[in-house]
């Protein structure tokens, strides 16, 4: 099973502030990674596809990179609406596995 | 618009049954891959299972619930579904719905249904 480690774990964010979030693969994935955000209550949502692909709708402060076992999700000139707690997920190989989860507080 | 919805959370005794459910609508059912992944309150994703969309159909689980957790399908119904038996305290969680796409990322998601298993 790959895991995922993400850091950090929390992030306390002004507005306007950049954010990176790391997501380090225990084995080389290539680009089969993904990003998600989940808002307090809410499901899921997809924000990156293949580690650098936006996805359709997504605010174009978000940017991802990366490829193998490090990738990253940037979030330039945060927004109050962006507090929530961010996955990263592979698809290289089975089982599906996802970070831990990142949780950005704004202040 | 894209829509899943679930159904079929609630309490049960440890050793029972539950069957969940998942109704899609805005798009065309039978072409997508589907999945279920959950998520213990307050902690992170746990990937379930997935069914491919295929006339010769494939499953995949997480070995946490293999042998014991079902995923089916009736594409007439535009329905997704997880049969759970033997159910565990540990598998209590809310159980999302998601199409799987491309095989490999999860848009969109449902609302989610909560399982408790419990005495």
């Known amino acids: 099973e790959i895991v995922l480690t993400q850091s950090p774990d929390f992030q306390s964010v002004t507005p306007k502030e950049k954010v990176t979030i790391t997501c380090r693969a225990s084995q080389s994935i290539g680009s089969s990674l993904h990003w998600y955000q989940q808002k307090p209550d809410q499901s899921p949502k997809l924000l990156i596809k293949?580690?650098?692909q936006s996805f359709s709708g997504v605010p174009s402060r978000f940017s991802g990179s990366g490829s193998g076992t490090y990738f990253t999700l940037t979030i330039n000139s945060l927004e109050a609406e962006d507090a929530a707690t961010y996955y990263c997920?592979?698809?290289?190989?089975?089982?599906?596995?996802f970070g831990q989860g990142t949780k950005l507080e704004i202040k | 618009q894209v829509q899943l919805v679930e159904s079929g959370g609630g309490l049960v005794k440890p050793g029972g049954s539950l069957r969940l459910s998942c109704t899609a609508s805005?798009?065309?059912?039978?072409?997508?891959?589907m999945s279920w992944v959950r998520q213990v309150p307050g902690k992170g994703l746990e990937w379930v299972s997935y069914i491919s969309s295929t006339l010769t159909i494939t499953r995949y689980y997480a070995d946490s619930v293999k042998g014991r957790f079902t995923i089916s399908r009736d594409n007439a119904m535009n329905s997704l579904y997880l049969q759970m038996d033997s159910l565990r305290a540990e598998d209590t969680a809310v159980y999302y719905c998601?199409?799987?796409?491309?095989?490999?990322?999860?848009?969109?998601w449902g609302q989610g249904t909560l399982v408790t298993v419990s005495s």
């Open positions: 997920q592979q698809s290289s190989s089975l089982p599906f596995t």
């Open positions: 805005g798009f065309i059912f039978g072409d997508y891959y």
């Open positions: 293949y580690a650098s």
């Open positions: 998601a199409r799987l796409r491309g095989g490999e990322w999860f848009d969109p």
